[in-house]
């Protein structure tokens, strides 16, 4: 079954890290580009980075660039998102999506995991 | 970046209804328009992509179009698991791969 399975969510104060990680199964991950999306509470889907299948190339919004890392571990299937400086507007759910290089799409989606930025 | 508006924000339709929801791009994306549904608390799901592609396992009921600028989403005869939220997203070119702000489709 192809799945994504996101952790490592919680509650950190602001100025505070955190890493989040996606463990894939069901695809060749080696293959893959790989990304993070958030969506605030109530709010709507924001791309945040995705990164190469070999790990070499990353793209990340601005709103995340000089703070946030993406990385994988191709040996374990596994991709994660180090995230430095949070600030409370980080505040999301997290998920980790798999684009798809025939349709150019996110075509499966974690769960989502909750990082709460708060004091 | 490549803005994308998406209208209305909300509507209501009922079971059986035909209902159209627009996207627009704020440049040329030529057919890179991707269409998502989410329901409340699970991830987003892919529709459409590449403009007009059903994505295996999507019921026929749902379609895309359009091309350039302006697309559109349509569900030929509403079911009752389909009341969501749907986004589109465009994929022209390298990150950052926009979204809409979302269109919240509610039971009349």
């Known amino acids: 079954e192809v799945q994504l399975l996101e952790s490592g969510g919680g509650l950190v104060q602001p100025g505070g890290s955190l890493r989040l990680s996606c463990a894939a199964s069901?695809?060749?991950?080696?293959?893959?580009?790989m990304s993070w999306v958030r969506q605030a509470p109530g709010k709507g889907l924001e791309w945040v980075s995705s990164?190469?299948?070999?790990?070499?190339?990353?793209y990340y919004a601005d709103s995340v660039k000089g703070r946030f890392t993406i990385s994988r571990d191709n040996s374990k299937n596994m991709v994660f998102l180090q995230m430095n400086s949070l600030r409370a507007e980080d505040t999301a759910v997290y998920y980790c999506a798999k684009w798809a290089l025939l349709s150019l799409a996110f075509d499966i989606w974690g769960q989502g995991k909750m990082i709460t930025v708060s004091s | 970046d490549i803005q994308m508006t998406q209208s209305p924000s909300s509507l209501s339709a009922s079971i059986g209804d035909r209902v159209t929801i627009s996207c627009r791009a704020s440049q040329n994306i030529r057919s890179f328009l991707n269409w998502y549904q989410q329901k409340p608390g699970k991830a987003p799901k892919l529709l459409i992509y590449?403009?007009?592609s059903l994505q295996t396992g999507v019921p026929s009921r749902f379609s895309g179009s359009g091309s350039g600028t302006d697309f559109t989403l349509t569900i030929s005869s509403l079911q009752p698991e389909d009341f969501a939220t749907y986004y589109c997203q465009q994929s022209y070119s390298t990150p950052p791969y926009t979204f809409g702000q979302g269109t919240k489709l509610e039971i009349k």
């Open positions: 069901g695809f060749t991950f080696s293959n893959s580009v």
């Open positions: 590449t403009a007009s």
């Open positions: 990164i190469s299948g070999g790990g070499d190339t990353a």
